[in-house]
Every structure is written in C-alpha cells, then in structure tokens.
C-alpha cells in the first residue's frame, strides 16, 4: 500500500487561509468517506483535527476544515496562527481492515 | 481521562524480537479496536496493525506481515506487539492508538524508541 500523496511544505502568514492536498486512489480516498486528519509538533503524538472528510472531533477549532473530490482530499487551515505550524498528515481507510497515511505537509506559519 | 503508556522500547539487534506494551486507562478497552502506528525518525506515520475490539481479528500492514503479532488482553487493559525478526527498517517510534469513530485515531500514547542496530 504506497503512502497518500501529501506536498512536502505548505507556507501562509498569520491570518491567511492554506490548503493541503491528500491524494490517493480509488482503492481507499475515492472509496470511503472515511479520510481523517492529524496535526503533529515536533517531538509530540499526532492529534486528530478531522475525521469522516470534514467533521471536527470535539475541542477541535473549526479554522480547520475538511473537503473530498475524487481521489484527493483536502484540509483548510484559515485565519492561520503561530500554534498552527507543525506537521499534518491525512489517513484514509483503504479496505479490508487496512489503512494509509499521508506522506506529510509541514506547514509554517511566516 | 484516557491514557494511553506504551513501554518496552529500547535498542536491540537485528534479528532479534521485542515486545512493546499499551496500558490503557479511562476508558473501557474492551469496547475498542485498537492499532499501533509507527513512525521512523524524520519520516511519516505508518500503520502497522489492528486488533478489533474483541481480538476476533487482526490485520497487519505488508512490511511487517509475519514478523509481528498484535495482542490485547482487555481483563488487564493492556495491548502488545511482540516483533520478531527485526531489521534497522523497523528502528521508529511506536505508537498505540484507539481506534475512534469513522476509523480514526482519537486517542494516541505518547510513544515508545525501538532502535534496531549492532
């Protein structure tokens, strides 16, 4: 199962919006519903920030958001922060009790 | 709240085995499937293996197929992963992780080193 194809660095001010990319195939992010998000800092376990392609887990800021088109999926950070610098990854079931990780964005806040 | 503390890390050679362990508390175990995904220094986040929630089934990822076996033993709130046969690809961070609505990872340990090196 290769990794989802995530770009390998994403920039914005504060205050911007940025988008990052997730793309995969029919066998798992054009298949299911079931893309989920991961926000990562240095040193830190990842934190999910979205799951189901666009629903926000409780205690999540809805600056996050989530959206599908085909095979790719796609997390929007708007009004962009400090704290919001660190590393995400997507993750889409891919069937048969298997799963794929994103290959990785690191955002920076400029 | 829930807690999830792997432990066993450490350096070992290769070929040699190593059993990881998550002590799971504040939830009830037995009412989640549960994964360990790791993740190689510098490097992404890779699934490794699933146990459902009543260790009916398992299903491990191609590269370590074989090599590991996933276990859980919800009377003690624990999950392992005994690894087998290990080669400096496998040198990461472990993380177990509950799984969460919609197959997602809600909840995450905080980690556990294994370095595999001579």
């Known amino acids: 199962q290769s990794a989802l194809t995530q770009p390998a660095s994403v920039s914005g001010s504060p205050g911007q919006s940025i988008t990052i990319s997730c793309t995969g195939t029919?066998?798992?992010?054009?298949?299911?519903?079931?893309v989920s998000w991961y926000q990562q800092h240095p040193g830190k376990a990842p934190r999910l920030i979205i799951y189901?392609?666009?629903k926000w887990p409780s205690a999540v800021s809805n600056r996050f958001s989530g959206s599908k088109s085909g095979n790719t999926a796609s997390l929007t950070i708007s009004g962009l922060q400090a704290e919001d610098e660190a590393d995400y990854y997507c993750?889409?079931?891919?069937?048969?009790?298997?799963?794929?990780f994103g290959s990785g964005t690191k955002v920076t806040v400029l | 709240q829930v807690q999830l503390v792997e432990s066993g890390g450490g350096v070992v050679q290769p070929g040699r085995s190593l059993r990881l362990s998550c002590a799971a508390s504040?939830?009830?175990?037995?009412?989640?499937?549960m994964h360990w995904v790791r993740q190689a220094p510098g490097k992404g986040l890779e699934w490794v293996a699933v146990?459902?929630?009543?260790?009916?089934?398992?299903h491990y990822a191609d590269s370590v197929k074989g090599r590991f076996t996933i276990s859980r033993d919800n009377s003690k709130n624990t999950l392992d992963l005994q690894m087998n046969s290990l080669s400096a690809e496998d040198t990461a961070v472990y993380y177990c992780?509950?799984?969460?609505?919609?197959?997602?990872?809600?909840?995450w340990g905080q980690g556990t080193l294994v370095t595999v090196s001579s």
């Open positions: 189901g392609v666009s």
């Open positions: 992780a509950r799984e969460g609505n919609g197959y997602t990872y809600d909840y």
């Open positions: 504040g939830f009830t175990l037995r009412s989640f499937g």
């Open positions: 993750c889409s079931y891919a069937g048969s009790s298997n799963y794929v």
């Open positions: 029919s066998r798992d992010v054009g298949n299911y519903n079931l």
């Open positions: 146990v459902w929630y009543d260790g009916g089934e398992k």
